[in-house]
């Protein structure tokens, strides 16, 4: 863990090169009175990434946005760069960083054009240039007939967009997005995520955002840091973790449905087999668990739509018998209860044929899985 740094002199750092990360921080530690909040945290962000920083309430995801931003300064730190420039202890004033709360933090008293404008009027911008560039902001994100309005004349939405435009006005290295589409209603937070997506895409920048919501995560994502307990979990694309969780954490938050604990028996090419109970179950190894010795502990996770009921005669790689027990309807599947020798399961039909299953004994395989090796067998 590294010692922290006396506060630096920004003029004395070199200016980074195009190809360096935008953001590059190195064993970040943090605590509030003694509770670890950051454990050892090392990032690095190209630019024009969308990061997102996942993970439970209590995980250090927004005490890590805060030591990006400044608004925390961690306990320990090896290094913090950003676009080059060290900036371990500056003040939030003095990083080329903005930040988008979800609660907006707009100004009232203030009209949407003055909103926009007032970072470049702190950083002293002169008028002309500050209303040119509030506008383009505003174009940006759709609200250029609303330079005039009051705050109180817009819907929650129109606000989220106004805060929006404000940092990118400032034209930060890295704009923070903290959890700011959290009070919005289902479907206008949908389109503030295609809304987000395309601003990025037109203006290059690098986002950050800070969010518990894995579809979120999923949609919007170039790459996914998935924390836990103040130290980072996994880091991956959004289809890799989503499809490959290599700890039962990780599994469990990304909504797998089923995720069964058992013993290694067979490790073969890229296939490892796993016993639970009497049951073995094969599937493709996650977090090194190619490597892992008969007898290590492990688990199997399985999606509740990666499991087929019906006759699987002849197929008996992953067949599991079941009692299937009541089919939840969601919409657009079926969630079905099956209670078999590995425990209860979910299996999901995307039909509408499955009253008749309720009750019965059915068979059903398992037709994708991932196998990774929990935690302390895996060091």
Known sequence: MGASHPIPSPAATPPSTDDAPILDIAHASHDYAGTPALNDVSLTVPRGEFLTILGPSGSGKSTLLRVIAGLEHPRSVARMMLHGADIVGL???????????????????????????????????????????????????????????RIHQLSGGEK?????????????????????????????RLDMQVELIEIRRKTGGTFILVTHSQ???????????????????????????????ITRFAARFMGVENVLQGTVIAVEHDRVTIRVGETEIRGRPVGGADNAQPGARAFAAIRAERMRFGDVAGEDENAIP???????????????????????????????ETAALAGGSVRFRVVDCVVGLEQDDAA
Do not use: C
């Not at 170039?222 to 973790?241: K, T």
């Open 91 to 149: 003040p939030p004033n003095l990083r080329n960083v903005s930040t988008v709360f979800q609660n907006y933090a707009l100004f009232p008293h203030m009209s949407v054009g003055e909103n926009v404008a007032y970072g470049l009027k702190i950083r002293k911008v002169p008028r002309e240039e500050r209303r040119k560039r509030a506008e383009a902001a505003l174009t940006l994100v759709r609200l250029d007939d609303k330079h005039d309005r």
């Open 160 to 188: 989220q967009r106004v805060a929006l435009a404000r940092s990118l006005a400032t034209e930060p290295d890295v704009l923070l997005l903290d959890e700011p589409l959290g009070a919005l209603d289902e479907r206008l």
């Open 215 to 245: 579809e979120e995560a999923i949609t919007m994502s170039d790459r996914i840091v998935l924390m836990r307990e103040g130290a980072i979990e996994q880091i991956a694309d959004p289809e890799s973790l989503f499809e490959s969780p």
């Open 322 to 352: 079941a009692q299937a027990g009541a089919a939840i309807y969601k919409g657009k599947y079926h969630d079905i209860s099956a209670e078999s020798p590995v425990g209860e399961l979910i299996v999901r039909r995307w039909d509408t």
